[in-house]
């Protein structure tokens, strides 16, 4: 089967996520007749566009499931709670976007590049890491052949997109405000985000740390198949529209060059070097923008720690970080003959 004969829903068209891997999949030319847009009630009826022609909202719901092949759900958790193991019971390979499933034991956390393999034995469901996650594991996957990993610590730079549209849109309206000398007023953040950064992405735990410092934490663990693995994370939303990044300082086990390390990255599958300091040229968020590549650069020693790297890199939240990784999901599922639950293969 091709990946083009599948039927697939989008659970969350309307949104950030949902938004682009339906412009992902106009761009591969997936046939507009085989494509079901579901969102909320507020949105049934509304046409989008898909390419050239129009698809027209569905209300996510358990019966808008008939006929479909694979569903990606980026809708947020409630609505994979109400309905993702509805649709499995109904024959369908779930994909979700959200956090609800990533730390379940029985269902996979996956970045193919990384651990693709895990597919093999998901009940019906896999799970796509958070935002900031999946490049982080990406690059850390790439080093960890030259030498074991031991800890690293890693702040973020994240776009707001990777809140959502309403995000998107707020920071568009309080830079037009701001710039006009006018009032500025927020909804989505607890702060004005334009002409601002926010060391805080998602919500405060005892521990101190945010939840989404901790995702990376057990969420890169999970997919590197590494426990032991020390992460410390400072996760900060910046005025960015798109594209998150990242300054991460690597300690391994024993020493690595800079020029091995930005060997093994530009063999990795998904991750381009950009690392020209004397012609100015280094991973940003502009750039990474629309592309499908990790940009990885400003490779250099850790002054601060022994066998240290240093680096820093730019990912697009929207496409790698979510729609991307997720439709890379179901063709390497597609691939290894694996849409079914484990225990309906043969
Ligand atoms: N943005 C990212 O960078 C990113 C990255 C990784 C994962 N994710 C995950 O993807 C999911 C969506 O995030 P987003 O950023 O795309 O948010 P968003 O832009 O706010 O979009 C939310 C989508 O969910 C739909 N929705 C809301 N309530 C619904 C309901 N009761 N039934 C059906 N559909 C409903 C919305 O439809 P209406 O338009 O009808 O309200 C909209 O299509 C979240 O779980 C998020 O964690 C996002």
């Given at each position: 089967m091709n990946s083009n004969d599948l039927n697939i829903a989008i659970v969350g068209a309307t949104g950030a996520a949902g938004g682009t891997a339906l412009g992902i999949l106009a761009e591969r030319g997936h046939?507009?007749?085989?494509i079901t847009a579901m969102a909320s009630e507020r949105s049934a009826g509304r046409k989008i566009q898909y390419g050239d022609s129009e698809l027209t909202v569905v209300q996510a719901d358990?019966?808008?499931?008939?006929?479909?092949?694979v569903a990606l759900f980026a809708a947020g958790g409630l609505v994979s709670r109400r309905l993702a193991h509805k649709a499995v019971e109904q024959g369908v390979f779930v994909i979700d976007k959200g956090s609800i499933f990533r730390m379940d034991p029985t269902i996979p956390l996956v970045v193919p590049e990384v651990n693709g393999e895990d597919i093999e034995w998901h009940p019906g469901i896999v799970s796509t890491p958070n935002c900031t996650s999946t490049p982080f594991v990406m690059v850390l996957d790439a080093l960890r052949n030259l030498s074991p990993l031991k800890a690293v610590t890693v702040a973020t730079y994240q776009s707001v997109t990777g809140t959502g549209v309403a995000a998107d849109d707020e920071l568009m309206e309080q830079s037009r405000a701001a710039s006009a000398g006018g009032v500025v007023s927020h909804a989505v953040?607890?702060?004005?985000?334009a002409f601002n950064v926010l060391p805080h992405v998602d919500d405060f735990l005892e521990n101190g740390y945010t939840k989404e410092e901790q995702k990376m934490l057990n969420e890169s663990r999970k997919i590197l198949h590494d426990d032991r693995l020390l992460i410390s994370a400072t996760c900060v939303r910046v005025p960015v529209r798109i594209s998150h990044s990242e300054s991460l300082q690597i300690e391994f086990e024993s020493p690595i060059s800079v020029e091995d390390a930005s060997r093994a990255l530009s063999d990795y599958t998904g991750v381009k070097v950009v690392d020209d300091p004397s012609r100015n040229e280094y991973p940003m968020p502009l750039d990474a923008a629309g592309k499908d590549d990790v940009l990885v650069g400003r490779i250099r020693k850790d002054t601060a720690h022994e066998n240290g790297l240093a680096l820093w890199l730019s990912c697009d939240n929207l496409r790698k970080g979510a729609a991307l990784n997720a439709l890379q999901i179901m063709d390497e599922a597609l691939r290894r003959n694996a849409l079914k639950p484990a225990t309906q293969r043969v």
């Open positions: 046939p507009a007749s085989k358990h019966s808008a499931f008939d006929g479909v092949d953040y607890p702060h004005q985000i």
